[in-house]
């Protein structure tokens, strides 16, 4: 079966701090797809990043910069920096196998305070 | 620009309406489309598979008969909330894939029910 856990509900940070949104994911699948997306309460999901299990390679993007390790089955998301503007819910996915279905964590609140 | 178009993205209705939601694929043909469900201050949870030309596939739980979908064209799929009630107030999103299996996905803008 396929899951993912976000363990952090929510997390407040003042501005300029950096934050890592943590993911653990379970799969039985050699080939799978781990995504990030943000959702501002405006309820459109963002497109955050889509990574697929042969490349481990750490990614950075601006401010955004993830940390993909299979020996520990996490896809941490690290802001730099925080801005008031990141505040919104994350979600993690899981894009499995042969299967299409996108499974979500149960997402992280992230709210940067001025 | 949006490659999946979700329409309306907020309606308000009585209970015991019936709710149709379009999800449109813009810049390919989609011959699977998926449907999930948000309540509020929750994760996103898979509804059902709409396969075009074919009958859907539901998930555990969701009862076929109160959501019902319609996949009539490779760039378009229904889904309608029969007899709603205030229960079944939510955010609903659909998505595609281009291609199968290469995680290439795209989801709609998303459509906020409210059920009186």
């Known amino acids: 079966a396929q899951k993912v856990t976000q363990a952090q509900t929510e997390i407040s940070v003042v501005e300029k701090e950096d934050v890592t949104l943590d993911c653990v994911y379970e799969?039985?699948?050699?080939?799978?797809?781990l995504f990030w997306y943000k959702q501002p309460p405006s309820g459109e999901l963002v497109f955050l990043i889509r990574r697929n299990s042969f490349d481990e390679q750490n990614e950075i993007s601006g401010r955004y910069s993830w940390n993909f390790q299979k020996s520990t089955s996490s896809f941490n998301f690290t802001i730099t920096a925080s801005q008031v503007v990141d505040s919104a819910v994350y979600f993690c996915?899981?894009?499995?196998?042969?299967?299409?279905?996108?499974?979500f964590g149960k997402g992280t609140k992230l709210t940067v305070n001025p | 620009g949006a490659v999946v178009s979700q329409h309306p993205s907020r309606v308000i209705c009585k209970s015991g309406t019936s709710v149709k939601i379009e999800c449109r694929s813009l810049?390919?043909?989609?011959?699977?489309m998926f449907w999930y469900r948000q309540f509020p201050k929750q994760s996103l949870m898979l509804m059902a598979t709409?396969?075009?030309?074919?009958?859907?596939?539901?998930e555990q739980g969701v009862e076929k008969d109160k959501f019902l979908i319609n996949h009539a064209s490779l760039t378009l799929s229904t889904l309608t909330v029969t007899s709603a009630h205030p229960e079944d107030s939510s955010f609903y999103i659909c998505?595609?894939?281009?291609?199968?299996?290469?995680?290439?996905?795209?989801f709609g803008e998303g459509s906020r029910l409210t059920v009186l």
């Open positions: 810049d390919f043909q989609a011959t699977t």
């Open positions: 998505s595609t894939q281009r291609t199968p299996n290469t995680g290439e996905l795209f």
């Open positions: 799969t039985r699948d050699t080939t799978y797809y």
């Open positions: 709409s396969n075009e030309g074919s009958k859907a596939t539901y």
């Open positions: 996915a899981l894009l499995s196998g042969g299967s299409e279905k996108l499974v």
